[in-house]
């Protein structure tokens, strides 16, 4: 199911790479934000769309600001939401349908801290609770945007540049 989603968008980016840089944005921010990245996991998008800066000549830095920006803001308005609505969040949809998630990023949040935020933001079931967890217990508003803005900025990295390595990998196999 993945795979018939992911690829049209890929091939998409290819034909019209001025669209690369809004599509990634939109992509981090739904793999960042707490409800959306439950349903939609467009990592393995971002690490396509990164196989294809090498490939197709997009341009890194672009790809690399609007995936990070977009992941940046998708989880600080998840810190947002868990601010407003605190406990209530666990009861919306599709959370209400992972009960879990709340105390375990709860638990990774008091056990870590600030650290807590960036290292969540590579993990896939944590990346969905922990910021909304940091808003239910108010963790610090500058606080939490310093571990949130330095993670978004080596996540995007770290998925474009996977998806370079893969497509180095590639072309030396098939040479």
Not at 37 to 59: F, M, N, Y
């Amino acid at each position: 199911m993945f795979e018939e989603h992911v690829q049209p968008l890929v091939d998409f980016v290819v034909r019209h790479q001025a669209w690369a840089a809004p599509i990634v944005f939109v992509l981090a921010f739904a793999e960042s934000l707490a409800f959306i990245s439950l349903l939609v996991p467009a990592w393995g998008a971002l690490v396509l769309i990164g196989t294809i800066v090498r490939a197709g000549g997009l341009d890194f830095w672009s790809i690399w600001i609007a995936a990070s920006i977009g992941a940046a803001l998708g989880d600080w308005l998840s810190y947002w939401i868990g601010l407003k609505l605190e406990h209530a969040v666990q009861n919306i949809w599709p959370l209400s349908r992972h009960p879990q998630l709340i105390p375990k990023g709860e638990a990774f949040i008091r056990k870590w801290g600030m650290l807590g935020i960036f290292i969540g933001r590579f993990s896939g079931p944590l990346r969905a609770s922990v910021p909304l967890v940091a808003g239910i217990f108010e963790m610090p508003f500058w606080r939490f945007q310093m571990a949130n803005f330095s993670s978004a900025f080596v996540w995007a990295a770290s998925l474009i540049l996977l998806g370079d390595v893969i497509a180095r990998v590639l072309q030396v196999i098939w040479k």
